[in-house]
């Protein structure tokens, strides 16, 4: 810490008087932190010393003031003051602290590049370069060698926008891990981690596919042949990836559906057209 401020007398021998009208004793405000010693020189001249009691903490109190009054042995007393001022000179004692260290964001795939995804939140208590942070991606600890690609950081704001189009279909997810630093000596840092949700959306239509054809069809086809074998997939998550087969109504065609991995709907395409005279046949 620096100290300034003066006390007129405290070379006590150039105090004027002499013998009990000369300095007596030294009186500190009271302080939590600061205590007053008095040393006796040779010459029988005190000497006040202000003793640091505790550790300093800039970040609880920057500055103290305080007062040292001197008091002579007269009749009446009479006193001088000075006042000391002691300004606490910061450490880098605190590292940058990210708010809240762990987030996860949700993100709508297909966003233009260069949408905000979020803003690291991170504060330092110190003071001047001891509390100014840069962000820089720091590699996951699951891939060392691997930082995120498809989003940009902004080393002064901490501002994390996409640099690619996101597609929920090729990854889901995103763990990102930003290093905030700040420009101490030594420098402190901190980490904020965050994962990136995608949000899927109805970017994908369904796909149909015949897997295997019997063609022609004999005229006299048992009731049951299977005509064709059709898979069909939508590459979407949910509802989005559901898919619902129909056949036009009125052909002598049914659709039997098959399980089916995750997807993919499978059905038989079946022969329902029944060999008995038309006027004996059922329903429709
Ligand atoms: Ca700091
Ligand atoms: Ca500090
Ligand atoms: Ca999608
Ligand atoms: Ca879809």
Redesign the pocket.
């Known amino acids: 810490g620096g100290c300034s401020g003066s006390l007129p007398g405290t070379q006590g021998s150039h105090y004027p008087d002499m013998g009990s009208n000369s300095i007596s004793t030294y009186q500190l405000s009271p302080s939590d932190y600061f205590a007053l010693s008095i040393s006796v020189r040779g010459d029988g001249v005190k000497m006040p010393e202000i003793v640091l009691e505790r550790s300093l903490d800039r970040e609880k109190v920057a500055a103290h003031h305080l007062t040292l009054t001197a008091l002579d042995g007269g009749n009446p007393v009479r006193s001088g003051t000075a006042q000391i001022t002691i300004q606490v000179l910061d450490a ?1 004692d ?3 602290v990210c708010e809240p260290p762990i987030s996860t964001i949700y993100l709508e795939e297909n966003l233009p590049v260069g949408t905000l995804v979020t803003k690291v939140n991170v504060t ?1 208590l ?1 003071e001047g370069p ?2 100014e942070v840069e962000y820089s991606f720091k590699a996951s600890n699951n891939a060392p060698d691997k930082l995120p690609r498809q989003f940009s950081l902004d080393p002064l704001t901490g501002e994390i926008r996409t640099k690619a189009l996101l597609d929920f279909e090729e990854s889901s997810a995103y763990e990102i891990t930003v290093r905030a630093r ?1 420009k ?1 000596s030594p420098a ?1 840092e901190g980490h904020c981690n965050l994962r990136v949700e995608l949000v899927d959306v109805n970017d994908n239509s369904p796909e149909i596919v015949l897997t295997s054809v019997s063609s022609p069809v004999q005229e006299n086809a048992p009731h049951g042949t299977v005509i064709a074998l059709i898979a069909a997939k939508d590459s979407d998550s949910g509802e989005n990836g559901q898919v619902h087969l129909h056949i036009t109504k009125d052909l002598p065609f049914n659709m039997l559906f098959s399980s089916s991995p995750l997807n993919t709907l499978s059905s038989l395409l079946e022969n329902s057209y029944c060999h008995h005279p038309p006027s004996k046949r059922q329903g429709r």
Do not use: R
């Open positions: 880098n605190h590292s940058p330092d110190d001891n509390g700040d101490g402190m």
